[in-house]
């Protein structure tokens, strides 16, 4: 076998959504922040997977579910190259990117500061989107300001 016949060959779904260009090391997080733990839908997950964008991505691929922009965004802070694509009857008839939330992002991330109140009550975080292209976001309860290599998503 040559080795432009090498590829790796994962079923196509009939419907459902496709999320590509995840960075291999946000997999597990992506799986987490769309909480697929708890969907019953078939799912095939590939990770170090070549990529000439990423150098190494990772896939997920859900039969049987749509998610919702809101739902997706959030993948944005740990993946924001994702690339998802909708199928349908085996055809992809929408393609979209993943967006950082303009303004807001709750419950999703964990605030660092020891002393921050969502650290010890039952609240949900809030943090305030302060700049989208370097991903720095301010505490809504502590201020505390944070960026993307700060972040650690609950």
């Known amino acids: 076998m040559k080795g432009d016949d ?3 060959v994962v079923n196509a779904i009939e419907n459902g959504t496709v999320i590509d260009h995840i960075p291999s090391t946000s997999l597990f997080a992506v799986i987490s ?26 896939i997920i691929k859900v039969a049987g579910k ?16 994702a690339k998802l694509n909708i ?20 419950g999703i991330i964990k605030c660092p500061n020891p002393v921050c109140i969502t650290n010890h009550e039952k609240i949900t975080t ?20 944070i960026n993307r290599t700060q972040i650690e998503i609950l």
């Open 33 to 58: 922040i769309l909480q697929l733990e708890k969907l019953n839908s078939q799912m095939t997950f590939g990770v170090n997977l070549e990529s000439k964008k990423l150098g190494s991505k990772a």
């Open 126 to 145: 809030k943090f305030h989107v302060l700049s989208r292209s370097d991903m720095t976001v301010r505490c809504n309860y502590c201020e505390k300001v």
């Open 87 to 106: 199928i349908r009857n085996y055809q992809v008839v929408e393609k979209r990117v993943v967006e950082i939330p303009e303004d807001e992002i709750s």
């Open 6 to 8: 090498k590829h790796l």
């Open 66 to 81: 749509y998610f919702e922009n809101s739902e997706l965004n959030k993948i944005a802070l740990v993946a924001p190259q």
